[in-house]
């Protein structure tokens, strides 16, 4: 059997099979052409055959948006981290991590002996200070003492002033408290452990001054502006719990030095249930719309490399693969910015399956 008729038999197997055994049809009419017709395998080669859907290149317009995964941060300015005024040792410890507490609130007390002495000691220095100051003042006005010996007892009950207001000052400290209603974020402090002034003890937040920190590529940050609109979700995918919208506030001037990404920061005015600090959030990004884009269905993107490709179906039915730059993806569409041209057919279901010069004969849904 020649090649030629070799294909029109394989091309009438499939006119005649049901569309589920349109590929084993052609491929066992295929096979028997090249069983029969012997030689070099090369000239009696046949083009496959494969049981496609296709589709329309067309021009709509289409919304450009960018996806992204981020956490709920803290505001700035609504956020407090407190330590002890100087060493000390924990004594007691009021609240847990993940208490909500209120302005004032006693959080973490340390040891009070050492901030009672201190100031006790304040107190008696400037006492004295302000006794040597009045006295060396009225020898000075008998012309018993000079004048420079008035300024430096000046000087000293001063210093003794500083001091006593210190002193009083990290007394007050001595009980660490809430400087504003939140919620606690952090609690480092155990009973009877050494403080540390550089070490914080205690953090609140309050969870009513929250924002979303995304995470995106410089190159997709260049294109962001604030103000442009978020569809924000729970969790890691875009079919997560919905959450309401929100809008860009600023996006970040600096790569980070670790993720090599840009902080985009959103804040939502309302969502549909209260976020949580650290939460992970999707982001869905509106970047514009494009009113004249050239658009094909998702499923017809094949990955090639670092790109993808689609197969373009010439008047004959044979598809050719082609590469194309692809602009954006919404849930169902793709945006082409280069390589394909409204009008052109393109394969869409079993693109994956498809080689280049292929037959493409269309199956129903």
Do not use: W
């Amino acid at each position: 059997m020649s090649g030629k008729r070799c294909a029109v038999t394989a091309y009438g197997v499939l006119r005649t099979a049901h569309p589920r055994l349109v590929l084993v049809a052609a491929l066992f009419a295929a096979a028997s052409c090249r069983k029969g017709e012997g030689g070099d395998p090369a000239k009696n080669a046949v083009p496959a055959v494969v049981g496609a859907r296709t589709a329309l290149a067309t021009s709509q317009p289409f919304a450009q948006t960018a996806d992204a995964i981020g956490t709920v941060v803290v505001r700035a300015g609504h956020m407090a981290a407190l330590g002890a005024p100087s060493p000390s040792r924990i004594a007691r410890v009021f609240v847990t991590a993940g208490q909500h507490v209120s302005l004032g609130q006693p959080l973490v007390e340390l040891e009070q002996a050492p901030f009672l002495a201190a100031t006790r000691s304040a107190q008696a220095a400037l006492a004295v200070a302000d006794q040597a100051h009045a006295r060396t003042e009225r020898l000075a006005q008998e012309g018993i003492v000079p004048r420079k010996d008035v300024e430096q007892a000046a000087a000293e009950l001063a210093k003794a002033q500083a001091e006593l207001a210190n002193a009083q000052r990290a007394e007050q400290l001595s009980v660490l408290r809430a400087p504003l209603a939140g919620v606690v974020t952090r609690m480092s402090a155990a009973l009877g452990a050494a403080a540390d002034p550089s070490q914080p003890l205690v953090e609140v937040a309050d969870p009513s001054a929250l924002d979303i920190l995304l995470s995106v590529t410089p190159a997709m940050a260049a294109r962001i502006r604030p103000g442009a609109k978020v569809t924000l979700g729970a969790g890691e995918r875009a079919a997560g719990e919905p959450l309401g919208e929100g809008r860009v506030a600023d996006v970040a001037g600096i790569v980070d030095t670790v993720s090599r990404s840009v902080a985009v920061r959103v804040r939502a005015a309302a969502t549909r249930r209260a976020l949580r600090i650290g939460e992970t959030v999707f982001g869905r990004i509106d970047m514009g719309t494009r009113p004249a884009a050239v658009t094909v269905p998702l499923e017809a993107l094949v990955p090639e490399g670092e790109g993808f490709k689609v197969f373009v179906v010439d008047s004959a039915g044979i598809a050719h693969a082609r590469p194309v730059v692809v602009g954006g993806q919404s849930d169902s569409l793709a945006e082409i910015t280069s390589g394909l041209a409204t009008g052109e057919r393109v394969v869409t279901y079993g693109a994956f399956g498809v080689q280049d010069s292929a037959k493409i004969v269309q199956v129903r849904p």
